[in-house]
């Protein structure tokens, strides 16, 4: 009798320390526990010791920190018809774990998914300037989209950063021609645009010597001195126009 009622308490406490045993549960700091009572979401439980009754509670582990998933390399047709591929990074958490147990299936691939298809989508309204110049840009709209549409599943999207723009080799030699045209535009544009300065100056010039004819003969003397100045044997002696218009006026007989 005796020995019959210790096996029995021996049962007894084997099972206690197993029903004990899966109902404590020990979660970290950076996870939350969505419990689910027959079924049905109860409450969200943790960090830390938690209990959950067997059988008639189940509780499914939701990790907090900041997820870095990398978007696959995709195919995109720019705006102005130049195929690249492009390739990004999102970092996204969780913030209500309910949700994402709840709302979606598997929110890591969703949320992968997701990426994909609003990077296609958002630089295919762009052309590839854009995408090469702007992109903090369209880094800020792909994440203000995936925000917003993964809001309903509980998920927050913090940051979103392009990585790899890759073109075929021809489209990058003709990137190449046009910004050698565009440097020899701006090469022209620059030395028209000194020719033009350097005719205005000349005329400014012309009309302050006009105006004073002692400058005029100023710069006349100034001319002479910089000539005789010179160490060569040919002398260049300049003489005004008018000067020989009035010798031959007077050489002239009456």
């Known amino acids: 009798m005796v020995y019959g009622f210790n096996v029995g308490l021996t049962v007894l406490l084997v099972i206690a320390v197993v029903i004990l045993a899966n109902a404590i549960r020990i979660l970290r700091e950076y996870q939350r526990g969505v419990t689910f009572t027959l079924g049905r979401f109860s409450s969200v439980k943790g960090p830390g010791l938690i209990f959950v009754i067997p059988v008639l509670q189940q509780i499914v582990r939701v990790d907090l920190r900041t997820v870095t998933m990398d978007v696959p390399s995709q195919?995109?047709?720019?705006?102005?018809?130049?195929?690249?591929?492009?390739?990004?990074?999102?970092?996204?958490?969780?913030?209500?774990?309910?949700?994402?147990?709840?709302?979606?299936?598997?929110?890591?691939?969703?949320?992968?998914q997701l990426a994909q298809?609003?990077?296609?989508?958002?630089?295919?309204?762009?052309?590839?300037?854009?995408?090469?110049?702007?992109?903090?840009?369209?880094?800020?709209?792909?994440?203000?989209?995936?925000?917003?549409?993964?809001?309903?599943?509980?998920?927050?999207?913090?940051?979103?950063?392009?990585?790899?723009?890759?073109?075929?080799?021809?489209m990058v030699r003709a990137i190449a021609r046009q910004a050698e045209a565009e440097r020899e535009r701006r090469a022209k544009v620059i030395h028209a645009e000194g020719e033009r300065q350097a005719a205005q100056a000349l005329a400014d010039a012309a009309q302050v010597l006009s105006e004073q004819p002692a400058a005029l003969q100023l710069?006349?003397?100034?001319?002479?001195?910089?000539?005789?100045?010179?160490?060569?044997?040919?002398?260049?002696?300049?003489?005004?126009?008018?000067?020989?218009?009035?010798?031959?006026?007077?050489s002239k007989p009456e």
């Open 219 to 250: 710069r006349y003397l100034q001319t002479l001195t910089q000539v005789a100045g010179d160490k060569s044997s040919t002398l260049v002696f300049p003489v005004p126009v008018d000067l020989i218009d009035r010798i031959l006026k007077t």
């Open 75 to 112: 195919d995109v047709i720019s705006r102005d018809n130049v195929s690249v591929k492009v390739s990004a990074v999102i970092y996204f958490r969780v913030v209500e774990p309910e949700k994402a147990i709840i709302q979606v299936e598997r929110y890591l691939e969703a949320t992968s």
């Open 117 to 170: 298809t609003t990077l296609r989508a958002v630089l295919g309204k762009h052309d590839l300037d854009e995408m090469l110049s702007e992109r903090e840009k369209l880094n800020l709209d792909i994440q203000k989209i995936l925000d917003s549409q993964t809001d309903n599943w509980g998920v927050k999207v913090t940051n979103v950063e392009i990585k790899h723009i890759d073109l075929n080799e021809s």
